[in-house]
């Protein structure tokens, strides 16, 4: 009988050694699911400035498209920047049918 309480003692403890190791490992594992957490967190922060600037960049781009689509905006750029100018009246020849 005795020594059925001591091996019975010795399953005791074996449990509660493994309980304690599940205990500490679940304690490891919360730290590093907060941890991952505040990376992902701190990364979704940082996607999301960018993806904001690029929304601004395109907002900005697509401004600058379309004052250049306009008949005025095609003008300047012609005679700032290729040096074209209108034909005068003498040089104009209008064409019926």
């Known amino acids: 009988m005795a020594t059925f309480m001591g091996v019975a003692r010795g399953v005791g403890y074996f449990i509660i050694l493994v309980l304690l190791a599940g205990v500490v490992g679940c304690a490891f594992g919360i730290v590093w699911a907060r941890q991952e957490s505040r990376r992902l967190f701190s990364e979704y922060n940082e996607l999301t400035k960018d993806r904001d600037r690029l929304n601004y960049e395109f907002g900005r781009l697509e401004l600058e498209r379309a004052t250049k689509a306009e008949i005025n905006g095609i003008e300047k750029v012609?005679?700032?920047?290729?040096?074209?100018?209108?034909?005068?009246?003498?040089?104009?020849?209008?064409?019926?049918r």
């Not at 012609?78 to 019926?96: E, F, H, Q, W, Y």
């Open 78 to 96: 012609a005679r700032a920047d290729l040096g074209m100018i209108s034909p005068s009246a003498a040089n104009t020849v209008v064409i019926k």
